[in-house]
């Protein structure tokens, strides 16, 4: 199994950035996908999932509005779309695989596969 996270870098406060994330060499029909992300000194939060049992995208309250997730038609690689960001919203983001049903974003604990994480640096 693998996750692979590409995107990320540098960018102004007020612009965007796009993330990406393939989930790949696993054979189940119900898993989850995250996105989560970790701020200095602070702990990993979660953003937002998808869900392959009810084929939808949920959100952590803190988060909805400028964060976006988005699936490709294979439903094994995500996306997350950042606008308007802040430079609060520096940290590294990571991708996570859950081979079993997700409920919840909140919380890290329990995700199965890791990506090696983003650094998203917003400068003010």
């Known amino acids: 199994v693998q996750v692979v996270q590409s995107g990320g870098g540098l960018v102004q406060a007020g612009g965007s950035l796009r993330l990406s994330c393939v989930a790949s060499?696993?054979?189940?029909?119900?898993?989850?996908i995250a996105w989560f992300r970790q701020a200095p000194g602070k702990e990993r939060e979660g953003i937002s999932f998808?869900?392959?049992?009810?084929?939808?995208?949920y959100y952590a309250d803190s988060m909805k509005g400028r964060f976006t997730m988005s699936t490709d038609n294979d439903k094994h690689t995500v996306h997350l779309q950042m606008n308007s960001l802040k430079s609060e919203d520096t940290a590294v983001y990571y991708c996570?695989?859950?081979?079993?049903?997700?409920?919840?974003?909140?919380?890290?604990?329990?995700?199965?596969?890791w990506g090696k994480g983003t650094l998203v640096t917003v400068s003010s």
């Open positions: 060499g696993f054979g189940v029909d119900e898993y989850a």
């Open positions: 996570a695989l859950d081979l079993s049903v997700r409920t919840t974003v909140a919380g890290s604990g329990g995700w199965d596969y």
């Open positions: 998808f869900s392959s049992s009810d084929d939808r995208i």
